[in-house]
């Protein structure tokens, strides 16, 4: 009988053990939930009661993440993450329209969220977007009520001859690449060729003797070194990687290497006026064709002309832009096939 009852009082311990664990477990879930949930709601509340107004540029293609990252640099947010959130709860991911736009840091996820959503640029402003080509920018300086002839007339070079953000364009060569991204005052008084110029006036700034010096020691003129950037902005958003994406293509060229960008060849086809692909023959197919492409893709960024003047000091040879919004970089083909499989699944099946 004693054993028995040893037993017994051994599973009621038991028991009453798992019990506790069990107990412990939905107590710690329950408070982790709700001070997540907390953190959440306390996140999607203004920043401040500042009704101060914030210029934030939304570029073209940006994911939900970097969005909220812009959002949250911007100071008109308290958390991206809580953004990201709030947005894919509600299924507004595909909702989000580029521009610029006048947010204040009183206003909270959800007032900011419609505002995006719903296209509320600033009216005052005539915006030149990220990533842009002249096209895009044609188009764009329409939409602000320009005339056709006028902004064709503002995007012909020959206006600019003696514009010093343009000493090393090709006489021939159209002002693709130099048209610098940001947004510009607009009055009734504004022309077309005002925000042109006032773009090139940018571009200038951009180009510090140190930053052309220091392209020149890439082994690139500085025209290249534009058009190498305009690749690398059409590749890639974080300034992080875009070091490190100069990098790859650099030595891909000193070692005469195809680029197989992506961007290039889709740009050739669009340019002949044809549909997007990589697989059309046209100059411009880095898949194709060894070296550089002969112009620039789009416009650059400040932050990719610094990474083609000081790219990282790291020695990879190819990457791939994950599914996850990461870059990854590798050495060897070997390595690169392995992390496009593991993490380019959906993206790469998209774009081939």
Not at 46 to 55: D, F, I, K, T, Y
Not at 107 to 125: C, F, P, S
Not at 245 to 255: H, I, P, S, T
Request: glycine share 6%; with cysteine; aromatic share 8%.
């Amino acid at each position: 009988m004693a054993r028995k009852y040893n037993s017994n009082n051994k599973k009621s311990r038991l028991f009453i053990i798992l019990g506790v664990i069990v107990i412990f477990l939905i107590v710690t879930t329950l408070t982790t939930i709700f001070f997540i949930r907390k953190s959440y709601n306390d996140n999607l509340k203004p920043v401040s009661a500042s009704q101060n107004n914030q210029l934030v540029t939304i570029p073209l293609g940006s994911s939900v993440k970097e969005v909220g990252i812009i959002l949250e640099k911007a100071g008109v947010i308290r958390a991206g993450w809580a953004f990201e959130w709030y947005v894919r709860n509600n299924d507004l991911r595909d909702d989000i329209q580029a521009g610029t736009y006048y947010l204040r840091p009183n206003q909270g996820i959800e007032e900011i969220t419609n505002i995006i959503t719903q296209g509320k640029v600033a009216t005052d402003l005539v915006t030149i977007l990220p990533g842009q080509r002249i096209d895009q920018i044609n188009k764009a300086l329409q939409n602000y009520g320009f005339n056709e002839d006028v902004v064709s007339k503002a995007l012909n070079p020959s206006m600019y001859k003696n514009h010093p953000a343009l000493v090393d364009k090709p006489e021939d060569a159209s002002l693709e690449g130099y048209i610098y991204p940001e947004s510009f005052q607009r009055t009734s008084q504004t022309k077309a060729e005002d925000i042109i110029k006032a773009s090139l006036d940018e571009m200038q700034k951009q180009l510090t003797p140190e930053l052309r010096a220091n392209i020149v020691k890439q082994g690139l003129t500085v025209h290249e070194g534009v058009i190498l950037a305009s690749i690398i902005d059409q590749e890639v958003s974080n300034p992080d990687d875009k070091r490190t994406v100069a990098q790859v293509f650099l030595k891909r060229l000193r070692e005469g290497m195809a680029l197989q960008s992506d961007p290039t060849a889709i740009y050739g086809a669009i340019l002949d006026g044809k549909e997007p692909s990589i697989f059309y023959e046209s100059p411009y197919n880095t898949y194709k064709h060894s070296g550089l492409p002969p112009s620039p893709v789009s416009n650059v960024t400040g932050s990719a002309l610094m990474a083609v003047a000081n790219p990282s000091s790291t020695d990879y040879l190819f990457f791939v832009a994950g599914d996850d919004g990461k870059t990854y970089f590798s050495s060897s083909i070997a390595e690169h096939e392995r992390l496009t499989s593991e993490h380019c699944k959906k993206l790469c099946t998209e774009q081939h």
